[in-house]
């Protein structure tokens, strides 16, 4: 099995939600004109993304799955072969954004400069992509124990913080360049994207405890061959 | 009653007149959802590595479009405003249960391969976005032409990165070699032509659409942005 520092680390680099998957890119590209309100909503999702995935797991492992309702009476038949599925996305979609309206009354209350900087994208982060594809990719993987999932939460949260701080970063900088007129805002927005997914598929190349063992066995027998 | 007074009031409009048309041509060139609304980017690029994935993919949204459009626009004086985001989430939820339990019964394979994405669909900002945009304020035939006209433009795009993608990457359209066979290095690849395996991966995805981007604008001057 993997660790649980693998997963989070994975979920970070190598399987980042923008770079790798371009989960969230709807809000990516619309919000990160400037560093603070990157920041802002970054940091929102990493929050968002934290707090649903371990509910959604809880919701998958003890309601949805195939014999999940056992633990109401482990000796009924009926419980133990229902499959709950295929309600999997109706229910996944109802605690994201009945949590994204409570972080927004959070938000509202205690932090009035950021909401009035995020504005209309806080409701949207309920159609983030990147907060339900963690959901359904979660379910996808199946993790084994509520902490792996929430290490890959977080993961992909800060991934995504990553991720949107430094387009930010870049756009802000891109201001001061000559780029071709047709392709300014947008088009040099997905280009450089692009480019930067190439920088992180770098990362594709870590090694994670898991995969070491199966390549020495392989150097052995090679040497085992030559021998003679 | 206020229904039957207003009919009277206004002309009835043909179902096909000049407007409706238009809700339909729009968004395929001029005001297309994913280069000009910047609207539905996260699952248009990961599934465009061959064009079936893609044109199953845009078929999906445009049935979820559609019928999403019409249930919203028979419901808009019904749905109180500080709750409809989450109203529009359950309508497309359902919707979107469906196609994927259809896709899963019809099509194993390509549901298979398209994994998470048929779940996304239903944080496509297109859909939401044409949900608040139109539907909650249009009646259900304009609503209709307008899901059909976004769907359409969304399911183009698709298309059009997938061919690319896969002609360059794979050497095949719609699974059909078209360079030739691979492996036994007939037709191009035996002059030493080779699929460029860069096009496979994500990052290539996102430099094509900037690249349609760029076409597009510099065709239609008025698209340009300031910065």
């Known amino acids: 099995m993997e660790s649980t520092l693998d997963i989070f680390v994975k979920a970070i680099f190598s399987e980042n939600m923008i770079f790798a998957y371009f989960l969230g890119m709807c809000s990516y590209l619309a919000v990160s004109k400037t560093v603070k309100t990157a920041v802002g909503l970054g940091a929102a999702v990493i929050f968002v993304l934290l707090v649903t995935v371990p509910v959604n797991y809880l919701l998958e492992n003890y309601l949805l799955k195939e014999g999940a309702l056992s633990w109401l009476d482990p000796n009924s038949d009926t419980l133990a072969n229902m499959d709950l599925s295929f309600l999997a996305f109706i229910m996944f979609i109802a605690v994201v954004a009945s949590i994204v309206q409570l972080v927004e009354m959070l938000v509202e209350k205690f932090a009035p400069a950021l909401y009035g900087a995020l504005g209309i994208f806080l409701p949207l982060i309920a159609v983030n992509c990147s907060i339900l594809g963690g959901a359904l990719f979660m379910q996808d993987r199946q993790y084994s124990t509520i902490l792996d999932a929430t290490a890959f939460s977080l993961g992909s949260g800060i991934g995504w913080f990553i991720a949107i701080v430094a387009i930010a970063a870049i756009r802000e900088k891109i201001r001061y360049s000559n780029v071709p007129a047709p392709l300014r805002g947008l088009g040099i927005t997905f280009i450089i994207t692009g480019l930067m997914g190439i920088g992180f598929m770098a990362f594709m190349g870590i090694k994670y405890g898991k995969d070491e063992a199966p390549e020495k066995v392989a150097i052995t027998t090679t040497i085992d061959i030559d021998k003679p | ?227």
């Open chain 2, 1 to 227: 009653m206020s229904d039957i007074a207003e009919n009277k009031k206004t002309p009835k409009e043909p179902l096909f007149s000049k407007k409706n048309k238009k809700l339909v041509t729009d968004p395929l060139t001029d005001n297309n959802p994913v280069t000009i609304q910047v609207l539905g980017i996260c699952s248009a690029l990961a599934i465009t590595v061959q064009v079936k994935q893609g044109v199953v993919m845009g078929l999906a949204v445009i049935f979820v479009l559609v019928l999403g459009n019409l249930i919203i626009s028979l419901l808009r004086n019904l749905i109180p405003s500080r709750i409809r985001i989450i109203v529009q989430l359950v309508v497309v939820a359902s919707l979107v249960i469906i196609v994927d339990q259809l896709l899963a019964a019809f099509m194993p394979d390509v549901s298979e391969q398209l994994s998470v994405f048929v779940g996304l669909i239903i944080t496509n900002c297109i859909i939401m976005g044409r949900f608040e945009a139109f539907a909650m304020a249009n009646k259900p035939w304009p609503s209709i032409m307008d899901g059909f006209g976004n769907g359409l433009g969304y399911a183009g795009l698709l298309v059009l990165v997938a061919v690319f993608r896969e002609l360059f990457g794979s050497g095949t359209l719609y699974g059909f070699p078209i360079f030739g066979d691979y492996i036994t290095g007939s037709g191009l690849y035996s002059i030493g032509y080779v699929n460029n395996n860069m096009m496979i991966l994500p990052p290539m995805a996102l430099i094509i659409v900037g690249v349609i981007i760029w076409i597009q604008r510099s065709r239609n001057k008025s698209l340009i942005e300031e910065h």
